[in-house]
């Protein structure tokens, strides 16, 4: 079974990283660099202070850096201890893919997925009640996590996995900040 899902999943990769155009890798490449998305970061610090003032929105704030922490605290032990190489790394697939990156960091599970899918779902959570148009930030991650295959450095596994592990450790965060918020 393993075996067919890791099938599954290199072929699905083959099949979406070879849908690149050559025209639109400049566009792929700048989108999946993580200081792209750094005004980003800073954008979603006024809601959470406009929306939790004070003391609540700090305490927001060190939520969702101590969740974002923790989730690439995780991702590093997972890759560790899985070892799967990355798409780019694998010497069967060198002809038959487009590569544009070469990290030769272990890909399992995606910290691209994990980090941003965490970031996103804490504010989310946190927000939701407040403004109904935070959903669109999901646009965020899922074109952060497009760009990991178009530039042949993550399998759709990788991404699905590390999306699950992100949005796992938000909901965990988010209680835990909403405990204290609720003491204050």
């Known amino acids: 079974m393993l075996e067919?899902?890791?099938t599954w999943d290199r072929e699905l990769f083959i099949f979406l990283?070879?849908?690149?155009v050559e025209q639109f890798d400049s566009f792929w490449i700048f989108f999946t660099q993580i200081e792209s998305w750094?005004?980003?970061?800073?954008?979603?610090?006024?809601?959470?202070?406009?929306?939790?003032k004070r003391k609540?929105?700090?305490?927001?704030?060190?939520?969702?850096?101590?969740?974002?922490?923790?989730?690439?605290?995780?991702?590093d032990l997972a890759k560790g201890y899985f070892e799967r190489l990355r798409p780019n790394n694998v010497a069967s697939l060198s002809g038959m893919i487009r590569?544009?990156?070469?990290?030769?960091?272990?890909?399992?599970?995606?910290?691209?997925?994990?980090?941003?899918?965490?970031?996103?779902?804490?504010l989310v959570l946190s927000l939701?009640?407040?403004?109904?148009?935070?959903?669109?930030a999901y646009l965020w991650p899922?074109?952060?996590?497009?760009?990991?295959?178009?530039?042949?450095?993550?399998y759709p596994g990788d991404i699905l996995v590390g999306a699950m592990v992100g949005v796992f450790f938000a909901y965990v965060g988010f209680y835990?900040?909403?405990k204290i918020i609720k003491k204050m």
Do not use: D
Not at 60 to 75: A, C, G
Not at 99 to 122: D, K, M, W
Not at 142 to 154: A, D, P, T
């Open 142 to 154: 899922l074109i952060f996590v497009v760009s990991r295959i178009y530039v042949g450095v993550h």
């Open 99 to 122: 590569v544009l990156q070469e990290p030769s960091t272990y890909g399992f599970f995606s910290g691209h997925a994990s980090s941003s899918f965490a970031i996103t779902t804490f």
């Open 56 to 75: 609540k929105g700090f305490v927001v704030f060190l939520f969702t850096m101590l969740t974002f922490v923790v989730t690439l605290f995780f991702t």
């Open 176 to 178: 835990l900040c909403q």
């Open 38 to 52: 750094t005004a980003l970061f800073i954008f979603f610090l006024f809601p959470v202070f406009y929306y939790y």
């Open 128 to 136: 939701r009640s407040f403004n109904k148009w935070i959903y669109l």
């Open 4 to 6: 067919t899902l890791k």
């Open 17 to 20: 990283n070879n849908l690149g």
